[in-house]
């Protein structure tokens, strides 16, 4: 069995990628699972492209099969948690659940198994996310999105056949999520220079060691999955997502929560995140291209607490960011001397810190060239962003985290506005 080997000390326990994975299904169910039913869970679709076809090679080895819950393709299954809740009541008892589908059906599965107090099998359509192999799931808990707590999934099934026939849009969005791994990386040299969050090592390398082969080639699904599994077990291991999301993700947040459309269609979380590498990128090349000296001299004068108060109070008057950022955004906020020092902590490592960073890029250029050559969007108009809420999006992702990135970089050196200017 063409197993990859997983890290120590996860939930995930067996991970197999092959051309013609599902076959394998039943000896896995019987090692991982001894004397379960299997239980299908899976939408029109994915029932069509790969669920029709497990429950099949189940039947045939003699593993006992309960009635597959299909979800209807039309409208798309939404990750509402009422109905993760509804499947964890018409889960079979002593049946293993498997998830066949693409990040939705893996989250609601996800949810639904914790709430009963099972783990359950991955099998995915579309290599689309990095969320298949990350604890939590994106919900939406009473109309606003958060993570519920939940564990990984115990096995992931990757069947480079069924990967092959998701929507070419869906695997761009997933080398998109994969390759803002470059930026967020960066974001997180960034902090760990400035004190703010230590570069764990042995994690690193989970995802960075092999991320340029990952990323080479668009069309090799299983690099591309092999990447966003990996990201999922440093997620894991790390206990939170700053091994793979930095201000990227925050940008995609922000139009997330604007319920960002284009052409009527709710946009990719991967077609987000790439759009979101670009802005990332761009304010890394300010970054690279200003000198300490520079930095000093176009320095905005720090503000006071009254004034940024009022500015994020604007930012934040459409009401649709949740409770968060106002009290987060405060919290990290600096003002007099405070504001001063951390300037000068940035001045003092500046130099290095550029030639950190313009390592980690690599090719720049070519970076937003591989995201176009894979399908991905790479400007605002392409995901059906106008410049007002593209730049209200850019100064607004900085209050969401506390999460040092590059906008908190040129924010506290009093230059993000001058950045995001001169982006035009
Ligand atoms: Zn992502």
Request: glycine share 8%; aromatic share 6%; net charge negative.
């Amino acid at each position: 069995m063409p197993r990859i080997a997983v890290p120590a000390g996860i939930s995930t326990k067996v991970f197999i990628l092959d051309d013609d994975a599902l076959p394998q299904i039943p000896a896995l169910l019987a090692e991982m699972w001894p004397g379960k039913s299997a239980w299908i869970v899976a939408d029109g679709n994915t029932w069509r492209v790969a669920g029709e076809r497990v429950q099949k090679i189940l039947k045939e080895a003699g593993v006992p099969c309960c009635e597959p819950c299909i979800l209807p393709a039309v409208p798309k299954p939404h990750p509402d948690y009422t109905l993760a809740c509804q499947l964890a009541e018409k889960m079979p008892a002593d049946a293993v659940p498997l998830a066949v589908g693409s990040g939705v059906i893996n989250d609601l599965v996800k949810t639904a198994a914790d709430i009963r107090k099972t783990t359950y099998c991955c099998i995915p359509t579309a290599p689309s996310v990095d969320g298949y192999t990350s604890k939590g799931s994106a919900m939406s808990v009473g109309g606003s999105k958060k993570t519920v707590p939940c564990p990984a999934p115990a096995a992931v099934v990757a069947d480079k056949t069924v990967l092959l026939t998701a929507p070419p849009e869906m695997a761009a969005a997933g080398y998109g999520d994969l390759a803002a791994k470059i930026v967020a990386g960066a974001d997180w040299i960034i902090a760990d220079a400035l004190k703010q969050d230590p570069v764990r090592p042995e994690i690193w390398d989970i995802v960075q060691k092999d991320l340029r082969t990952w990323l080479a080639d668009p069309t090799d699904l299983k690099a591309v999955f092999m990447g966003l599994a990996a990201t999922g077990y440093a997620m894991q291991l790390h206990n939170d997502s700053r091994p793979a999301s930095g201000a990227e993700h925050l940008f995609s947040h922000v139009w997330e929560m604007e319920h960002l459309e284009h052409n009527g269609e709710e946009v990719s979380h991967g077609f987000k995140v790439s759009v979101g590498s670009v802005i990332s990128l761009r304010l890394m090349q300010f970054f690279l291209e200003t000198s300490p000296e520079e930095a000093r001299r176009l320095a905005a004068p720090p503000i006071s607490v009254e004034e940024r108060q009022r500015e994020i109070a604007e930012l934040l008057k459409r009401g649709c960011y949740g409770e968060d950022p106002a009290r987060l955004s405060m919290e990290k906020f600096q003002a007099g001397d405070a504001a001063f020092a951390r300037r000068e902590a940035i001045y003092a490592v500046w130099g290095d810190l550029q030639k950190k960073v313009a390592r980690q890029l690599g090719d720049q250029e070519a970076f937003v060239g591989s995201l176009k050559a894979a399908g991905c969007p790479t400007t605002p108009e392409e995901i059906g962003l106008d410049r007002a809420q593209f730049i209200h999006g850019i100064y607004t992702a900085q209050l969401i985290r506390k999460r040092y990135n590059i906008l908190e970089l040129l924010y506290d050196a009093g230059l993000l506005k001058t950045a995001v200017e001169k982006m035009f």
